[in-house]
Nanobody, 127 residues
């Protein structure tokens, strides 16, 4: 059974940092595109950052560029999202999602493209 489990969420003050971890089981992260999404209260889910399985290329939504970094450890089937300089507007439930490679475009993508999802982890940034 293919599963994703997120961890690392929590509460932090503005300007602080958090590192989210997404652990995959039942499939290999070197064969699947992994994307972090987030859903703010009352809003639709949005793509935050994506990493390709083959070439390791990364993609970010504009609002997190220069602050967030996605990376992965294929040996441990794990993907990370390092979030620095957190802002109040980053408050959301963060999800990781997976899709078998290839992805036919060079942007973060949309949630309907992904068929494997984690349960989400809450990130709260206090002003």
């Amino acid at each position: 059974q293919r599963r994703l489990v997120e961890s690392g969420g929590g509460m932090v003050q503005e300007g602080g940092s958090l590192r989210l971890t997404c652990t995959a089981s039942g499939f290999r992260t070197d064969q699947y595109t992994i994307t972090w999404f987030r859903q703010k209260q009352g809003k639709e889910r949005e793509g935050v950052s994506r990493i390709n399985p083959t070439d390791g290329r990364t993609f970010y939504t504009d609002s997190v560029k220069g602050r967030f970094t996605i990376s992965k450890d294929d040996a441990n089937n794990t993907v990370f999202l390092q979030m620095n300089s957190l802002e109040y507007e980053d408050t959301a439930v963060y999800y990781c999602a997976a899709k078998l490679w290839p992805v036919p475009h060079d942007n973060v993508g949309f949630d309907y493209e992904y068929n494997i999802w984690g349960q989400g982890t809450q990130v709260t940034v206090s002003p």
